[in-house]
T-cell receptor, first 112, second 110 residues
Framework: NAGVTQTPKFQVLKTGQSMTLQCAQD?????MSWYRQDPGMGLRLIHY???????DQGEVPNGYNVSRSTTEDFPLRLLSAAPSQTSVYFC???????????FGQGTRLTVV | RKEVEQDPGPFNVPEGATVAFNCTYS??????FFWYRQDCRKEPKLLMS???SGNEDGRFTAQLNRASQYISLLIRDSKLSDSATYLC???????????FGRGTSLIVHP
């Protein structure tokens, strides 16, 4: 059972570069979300989706873009990387609202 | 006031001790509550749900106090392997995605 799969696990970017963090789930979950986790800050919601074709902003959306063309995939795009985006990024999915969230293993991103 | 607050700790306890964490939430319409465990450099994983009537799973007990707007996690007979960060997750009324607390660090020492 793959669950939630994130790629890559590690990435180093130069300031100004763009990239896409991939997230895929095989549990047919409608709800998917992206969080970033920084020391002392906990998990902060970037963007989320309640189904294919539907996305919305979370607490810290600036500098990030998402799309949800299929139920399985929810990629996160960094438009122009900045050192402030150095963080650990987690993708999560859940069957419906108010239910357990399953997390991917995380992507450790460093922007230099 | 932050929507979901936790004491970051660390809570440093000896093996066999009982330890309790609280998580306060500000939105009285919050409906669902969970505790997650996160090991160092790993993803959060569900530890247990928190029901209105309380929930017990082995050495772990979770409770909800709606009047005071907090949830608690009690760990009895602490093990070295319980060392981790414990995150609470709260669904506001009408929200599909949980809000997480910053986490409470637990260190169990011999």
């Amino acid at each position: 059972n793959a669950g939630v799969t994130q790629t890559p696990k590690f990435q180093v970017l130069k300031t100004g570069q763009s990239m896409t963090l991939q997230c895929a789930q095989d549990m047919n979950h409608e709800y998917m979300s992206w969080y970033r986790q920084d020391p002392g800050m906990g998990l902060r919601l970037i963007h989320y989706s309640v189904g294919a074709g539907i996305t919305d902003q979370g607490e810290v959306p600036n500098g990030y873009n998402v799309s949800r063309s299929t139920t399985e995939d929810f990629p996160l795009r960094l438009l122009s990387a900045a050192p402030s985006q150095t963080s650990v990024y987690f993708c999560a999915s859940s069957f419906s609202g108010n239910t357990e969230a399953f997390f991917g293993q995380g992507t450790r991103l460093t922007v230099v | 006031r932050k929507e979901v607050e936790q004491d970051p700790g660390p809570f440093n306890v000896p093996e066999g001790a009982t330890v309790a964490f609280n998580c306060t939430y500000s939105n009285s319409a919050s409906q669902s509550f969970f505790w997650y465990r996160q090991d160092c450099r790993k993803e959060p994983k569900l530890l247990m749900s928190v029901y209105s009537s309380g929930n017990e799973d082995g050495r772990f007990t979770a409770q909800l106090n709606r009047a005071s707007q907090y949830i608690s996690l009690l760990i009895r007979d602490s093990k070295l392997s319980d060392s981790a960060t414990y995150l609470c997750a709260v669904f506001r009324g009408g929200s599909y995605i949980p809000t997480f607390g910053r986490g409470t660090s637990l260190i169990v020492h011999p």
